[in-house]
């Protein structure tokens, strides 16, 4: 069993609608979560981290973690073309999903 | 604040040969990490150091690998001898402590032939 999966996608939203990503995880004991960006051929950058249960807002972007279900999820509101790009979770620092990529049609 | 750099950008070595990938992390940054992402696979977690020691190798996947971090400031991964599976991208990232946020490098492009 890995250690965190994301659905690989692609999910496609048109531009403006909410883009809704999904990790599972399997370590209980988890406390710390990541959310990054890549873009193609590029590096992971940081967009959200969130430590406790329920939600951290952070301008369009939304983190939900749920401890019980061993699930943390990232919001995308008013989705732009800009933000097509690879996303990542990443649980206990180091342990890396596949990512899901996202891709917003204009 | 100048972020996390890799060097090289891009190896390009024959199988057999040695090719040694180095990190600066971000001043401050006592926590570095390397990784690893083969094509089409998730970023693998590699090793951790806190300062120069090494916290946690167990994502090292064999002997052919060696990371060093003397002083505690840049890092080198070192692959010797190089096999056909170990071409990826590697990266590098630094945080302020563990758990926390981490930053990462470009990465280095290793292709071996």
């Known amino acids: 069993q890995k250690e965190v999966e994301q659905n690989s996608g692609p999910l496609s939203v048109p531009e403006g609608a909410i883009a809704s990503l999904n990790c599972t995880y399997s370590d209980r004991g988890s406390q710390s979560f990541f959310w990054y960006r890549q873009y193609s051929g590029k590096s992971p950058e940081l967009i959200m981290f969130i430590y406790s249960n329920g939600d951290k807002e952070d301008g369009r972007f939304t983190a939900q973690l749920n401890k019980a279900s061993q699930y943390v999820s990232l919001l995308i509101r008013d989705s732009q073309p800009s933000d097509s790009a690879t996303y990542l979770c990443?649980?206990?620092?180091?342990?890396f999903g596949s990512g899901t990529k996202l891709n917003v049609k204009p | 604040e100048a972020g996390v750099t890799q060097f090289p950008s891009h190896s390009v070595i024959e199988k057999g040969q040695t090719v040694t990938l180095r990190c600066d992390p971000i001043s401050g940054h006592d926590n570095l990490y390397w990784y690893r992402r083969v094509m089409g696979k998730e970023i693998k977690f590699l090793l951790h150091f806190v300062k120069e020691s090494k916290q946690d190798e167990s994502g090292m996947p064999n002997n052919r690998f060696l990371a060093e971090r003397t002083g505690g400031t840049y890092s080198t991964l070192k692959v010797q001898p190089a096999e056909l599976e170990d071409s990826g991208v590697y990266f590098c990232a630094s945080s302020h402590g563990h758990n926390q946020p981490q930053h990462f490098g470009d990465g280095t492009r290793l292709s071996i032939l």
């Open positions: 990443a649980v206990k620092g180091f342990y």
